[in-house]
């Protein structure tokens, strides 16, 4: 296809704004929630001889809450599970977390998980274009460093210019604190970022911060409020496998939509959306309108 945000099918020329990708981790480079943390989170509850599990389903409520340490809490407020007696909660959720981080971490070394399509793609072609690269994630650095040298490989840490991730800040997402930190860490302002989420709570961090934000969505989140998203997707895409757009430029084909060709997100794609200055709609009465538009 042709028109004036088509992208090249070839190359990985950085020409545009984009000057650094900041990514999520879990359940944005991989599909690490239900098959990873969730389960992890099991086996510690069962070696600790808790009477806790926590089903698919149960899990999709918790993971509203950002953090680990965070969402044990909660649900020990919330469901009100049996504890023994006399039992220190901050002692015991401080324990339970510490052991699942090793678990989760013994998991990735022994079953894998598998990188969510695009990617690989996508952070190999920023390294070749010398487009830089961070983490933002209310994960454990442990946890989030596990996951990148599982799927990424041993050398995976010297290809990200700021890995933020846990405690770093004071407040996790829903707050932007993360997003400011990694911010101030590049030394870049928010109009030559770009940042890959895939929760209601990460985009609201990233787009309080002033960053231009996609969102994949997953089983987990794809119900979420995307709104201010400038882009939500299935995924990335791969030349094989291509994204289905679920928000955003492109799903109206109208005349002044950019044309996404190939269906996979780019460096091109990236610089599309902040060239443009899309940064998120309002669907009304069938319609795709605009708003929030940077001048």
Not at 166 to 190: N, S
Not at 212 to 224: G, L, P, S
Not at 253 to 270: K, M, N, Q, R, Y
Request: proline share 6%.
């Amino acid at each position: 296809m042709a028109g004036r945000f088509a992208e090249q099918r070839v190359g990985v020329e950085n020409s545009g704004m984009l000057k650094a990708l900041i990514f999520d981790v879990d359940g944005t480079l991989a599909e690490t929630e239900r098959d990873g943390h969730r389960v992890a989170f099991n086996d510690t509850f069962r070696a600790a001889g808790l009477d806790w599990h926590w089903s698919v389903e149960t899990y999709g409520s918790l993971i509203n809450v950002a953090g680990g340490k965070e969402r044990i809490r909660h649900y020990i407020n919330t469901v009100q599970p049996p504890i023994p007696p006399d039992t220190d909660l901050d002692i015991l959720i401080a324990e339970l977390h510490q052991a699942k981080t090793h678990r989760y971490r013994t998991l990735l070394q022994t079953n894998g998980i598998a990188l969510r399509p695009g990617v690989r793609r996508l952070i190999t072609a920023a390294r070749s274009a010398g487009v830089s690269l961070a983490i933002a994630t209310t994960s454990h650095l442990d946890n989030a460093i596990a996951l990148l040298e599982a799927t990424l490989g041993p050398d995976t840490l010297t290809w990200f210019e700021v890995i933020a991730a846990g405690d770093i800040v004071p407040h996790k997402k829903p707050a932007p604190d993360i997003y400011y930190y990694v911010l101030e860490k590049l030394a870049l302002p928010p109009q030559h970022c770009l940042v890959i989420e895939d929760s209601h709570q990460g985009l609201t961090a990233a787009t309080t911060a002033g960053l231009c934000t996609v969102i994949t969505v997953n089983a987990y989140t794809r119900h979420h409020d995307f709104g201010p998203a400038s882009l939500v997707l299935s995924h990335l895409g791969e030349p094989d496998q291509p994204w289905e757009i679920l928000q955003g430029p492109g799903i109206g084909h109208g005349p002044s939509e950019p044309v996404f060709d190939p269906p996979i997100f780019t460096l091109a794609t990236a610089n599309t959306l902040l060239d443009s200055g899309y940064s998120g709609y309002q669907l009304k009465a069938g319609q795709i309108s605009w708003g929030g538009v940077r001048s």
